[in-house]
């Protein structure tokens, strides 16, 4: 009997395990690569990396990063379930940033100074962004909507947006900063992988 999804072996024929497939999937990749055959060395690619996620001798936390590149872009070759991830990724942090990432209002700075014969003394200050609160419909207004979608778009390509956070938008736009360009470098691997067949 077949592992679930997979096809028994013939009667009387041994089936091979995962491991022992692995090898012969990338020397079928190599040579259709040799041969110039792009879709049919990513068909082998595929095959092998499934080989390599589903062999029991690959330690756990190569399976897992394994597991990980098929389910985020289907090892580079899906490119409809990477921008999908990269998607839900931003809408998350869009609807994070409107709910607790945005200050109730923007902290102005307020300036302070002494005067004392011919010199002034300037002191500025900028107070610390107020958490909003209230319900959270008040929260999801178009305003707040177009900062956040600001502060994503720039975390997205390793930019500040200059924009000022509470301490949950802080920690919200750096888990972006890291995170959304991993996905959007996915997404072009995996479109250029089809535009390359």
């Known amino acids: 009997m077949g592992a679930e999804g997979w096809t028994p072996a013939p009667d009387g024929e041994e089936a091979l395990k995962p491991a022992a497939l692995a090898p012969l999937y990338r020397q079928l ?5 040799d041969a ?9 690619y ?4 499934e080989m390599r996620r589903h062999a029991h001798d690959i330690p756990w936390g190569e399976r897992a990063l ?3 590149y098929w389910a985020l872009s289907g090892y580079g070759l899906r490119a409809s379930r990477a921008v999908g991830w990269l998607g839900l ?3 998350s942090t869009v609807v994070a940033m409107m709910l607790w990432g945005l200050p109730e209002n923007n902290p102005k700075p307020q300036s302070t100074g002494t005067f004392t014969g011919r010199s002034i003394t300037l002191t500025t200050d900028i107070r610390d962004p107020v958490n909003p609160n209230g319900p959270w419909r008040d929260r999801l207004t178009a305003e707040r909507f177009e900062k956040s979608l600001r502060v994503v778009i720039n975390s997205v390509v390793f930019r500040s947006s200059g924009q000022e956070l509470t301490t949950a938008g802080t920690y919200t736009e750096m888990a972006a900063r890291i995170g959304e360009p991993v996905l959007l470098g996915l ?3 995996a479109i250029r992988s089809r535009v390359k067949r």
């Not at 990749?29 to 690569?33: A, D, G, N, P, S």
């Not at 595929?46 to 990396?49: A, S």
């Open 29 to 33: 990749r190599k040579t259709f690569e």
């Open 36 to 44: 110039k055959h792009e879709p049919g060395a990513a068909d082998f």
């Open 46 to 49: 595929y095959g092998e990396m």
């Open 66 to 68: 394994l597991a990980a």
């Open 89 to 91: 990724a931003m809408a």
């Open 187 to 189: 997404a072009v691997l």
